[in-house]
């Protein structure tokens, strides 16, 4: 049975051209589910009904798992299956009666420039460390990139002269310009970090302690060092920062269909959910300002 789930895997891969962190979330979840037949019994996919996938999916609901972890197996599943009544490998899918729990959608969290400002202030040293640091946390508030496209940069994917990077995600990519302020902390890091930290033959733009490549986890810890360190008390991972850098630039004015070219989503709908999120700031701010009791106490 795992043959199979290998052969979606390559399909992918191969086919769909899918990211290495949803082909890594796919292959996760269908051994996982593959693991639960094995032990019920199961030798073939034809075997499997809706009923037995219903009751899969309850134990991983039964197991604590959140909302947003049992539909993404849920679509993992329903990929798959489809994948293999394509192949004629099974005669019905059952994963059509499979239905997602309603996820909460939770306000992003958004730090305030005064906060992203103190962010970038800490890593203030000279070592190399703090160096690249600084270098880090500058060119993601200036691009809002994700970690992952992050940590992929390529020394020659920076142009410093013109103030503007190519970034890759999902086999495309896109030109992002960036700050002055991220310029210099670049030309910092090369001038006095990077040629300690890495060989010359290393082509990632950041690299870790040891001279290896940045990990997402790598990043995360560093991201988290700085926040405490700053005092603040929001919860802050590599993505808030994103978020920050989305709604900064729509609370100052940057159009709807520039900012998803930015931030590179494929649609726009993705996108709009920070216009819709200052129109609400501005509603509150408005009745704050305007309603005879909303600042009574």
């Known amino acids: 049975m795992l043959q199979k789930i290998n052969e979606f895997i390559d399909y992918l891969k191969n086919i769909k051209r899918a990211s ?50 049992v539909s993404r197996n849920i679509a993992s599943l329903k990929a798959f299956f489809l994948f293999l009544l394509k192949q004629k490998e099974i005669e019905e899918d059952p994963s059509e009666t499979l239905k997602s729990p309603k996820i909460e959608k939770k306000a992003p969290v958004i730090l305030t420039p005064d906060e992203i400002n103190l962010l970038l202030e800490q890593p203030n040293g000279d070592s190399p460390k703090e160096i690249r640091d600084k270098a880090m946390l500058e060119l993601l508030y200036a691009t809002g990139m994700r970690v992952t496209e992050l940590i992929e940069l390529q020394v020659t994917d920076v142009n410093l002269s013109m103030r503007f990077l190519r970034c890759h995600s999902n086999h495309k990519q896109r030109i992002i310009p960036f700050t002055n302020e991220a310029k210099e902390a670049l030309e910092r890091y090369f001038r006095n970090a990077r040629n300690v930290m890495c060989k010359e033959d290393e082509v990632a733009l950041f690299v870790n302690c040891q001279g290896s490549p940045m990990t997402r986890q790598g990043f995360w810890k560093i991201i988290k060092y700085y926040s405490a360190k700053a005092g603040i008390h929001k919860d802050i991972t590599p993505h808030t920062i994103r978020h920050s850098f989305a709604m ?50």
């Open 248 to 297: 900064h630039l729509v609370n100052n004015g940057a159009d709807l269909k520039s900012l998803q070219e930015m931030l590179g989503h494929s649609d726009i709908s993705t996108t709009q959910v920070y216009m819709k999120a200052k129109s609400n700031t501005k509603l509150k701010d408005i009745y704050e300002k305007t309603h005879p009791r909303a600042n009574v106490v």
């Open 20 to 69: 290495d962190n949803t082909v890594a979330s796919y292959r996760r979840d269908l051994v996982k589910l593959n693991q639960f037949l094995m032990e019920s019994g199961y030798t073939d996919w034809s075997q499997v009904t809706g009923t037995t996938l219903n009751s899969y999916i309850l134990q991983l609901e039964k197991q604590g798992l959140s909302s947003a972890t």
